[in-house]
């Protein structure tokens, strides 16, 4: 059973759409402190001069505040503001009607909890990729204890699943202490993903944007690519 692993991050990029496309188990990680202003809270968008953060705001809270208790801001009407920035620079796109609508109603939901809007968006995007099938499970449920670093939590969460291949992002190369893993009877690959190059709605390709942006430019291509 291959297992990746990974946080609720806000309109998700390919990579991570592919990474869960090639497991059979997906734990979304938010048990694990929230980082303000990193790709939970915010992914870039493609605009005519380069890109920009499409970002949600949040409440102020402490530090150790866990993902899953962060509370999103309504002080000011950032929706319009996110829906806008959308319409504005994707409106041009070829399948932008195709897609917009679905974005734009759960934007629109006011989630309190801004987990809970990445989760929806996530689920969004991998029907859209064709990505089904796929056990998904919220550590916070799982009884998983964050003592021992990043690499125990990422194997606590593999023992809990039997003869499990562990699908670690290149960065896991740092932390993880593969020893560990071994000693548990869990293998660990890496994920190596080539980020492909397709038209966007404006000239010169600029990789790494939501995959948002491969679904308003490609439309059910978009399923290929990966």
């Given at each position: 059973?291959?297992?990746?692993?990974?946080?609720?991050?806000?309109?998700v990029?390919?990579?991570?759409?592919?990474?869960?496309?090639?497991?059979?188990?997906?734990?979304?990680?938010?048990?694990?402190?929230?980082?303000?202003?990193?790709?939970?809270?915010?992914?870039?968008?493609?605009?005519k001069?380069?890109?920009?953060?499409?970002?949600?705001?949040?409440?102020?809270?402490?530090?150790?505040?866990?993902?899953?208790?962060?509370?999103?801001?309504?002080?000011?009407?950032?929706?319009?503001?996110?829906?806008?920035?959308?319409?504005?620079?994707?409106?041009?796109?070829?399948?932008?009607?195709?897609?917009?609508?679905?974005?734009?109603?759960?934007?629109?939901?006011?989630?309190?909890?801004?987990?809970d809007?990445?989760?929806?968006?996530?689920?969004?995007?991998?029907?859209?990729?064709?990505?089904?099938?796929k056990?998904?499970?919220?550590?916070?449920?799982?009884?998983?204890?964050?003592?021992?670093?990043?690499?125990?939590?990422?194997?606590?969460?593999?023992?809990?699943?039997?003869?499990?291949?562990?699908?670690?992002?290149?960065?896991?190369?740092?932390?993880?202490?593969?020893?560990?893993?071994?000693?548990?009877?869990?293998?660990?690959?890496?994920?190596?993903?080539k980020?492909?190059?397709?038209?966007?709605?404006?000239?010169?390709?600029?990789?790494?944007?939501?995959?948002?942006?491969?679904?308003?430019?490609?439309?059910?291509?978009?399923?290929?690519?990966?």
């Open positions: 059973m291959i297992v990746t692993i990974h946080q609720p991050e806000h309109l990029w390919l990579g991570l759409i592919k990474k869960i496309s090639d497991a059979d188990v997906f734990v979304i990680l938010d048990s694990v402190q929230f980082e303000k202003n990193y790709f939970q809270n915010r992914n870039k968008i493609r605009t001069d380069g890109w920009i953060w499409l970002t949600v705001p949040v409440k102020n809270s402490p530090l150790e505040t866990l993902i899953k208790d962060i509370e999103i801001s309504y002080d000011k009407p950032w929706q319009k503001k996110y829906l806008t920035s959308l319409r504005i620079n994707y409106s041009k796109a070829k399948y932008f009607n195709n897609y917009y609508s679905k974005v734009e109603s759960v934007i629109l939901k006011k989630h309190k909890y801004l987990s809007l990445n989760i929806e968006l996530l689920y969004f995007l991998l029907e859209e990729f064709g990505v089904s099938n056990k998904i499970f919220k550590a916070s449920e799982m009884s998983i204890q964050n003592g021992g670093g990043a690499s125990n939590v990422c194997l606590q969460i593999c023992k809990k699943f039997e003869k499990c291949t562990y699908l670690a992002g290149p960065s896991g190369k740092d932390y993880l202490k593969l020893q560990d893993f071994e000693d548990a009877g869990c293998k660990v690959v890496f994920h190596d993903f980020h492909p190059e397709y038209k966007q709605v404006y000239s010169g390709f600029l990789p790494f944007m939501s995959s948002l942006d491969a679904l308003f430019n490609l439309g059910l291509e978009a399923k290929k690519i990966l």
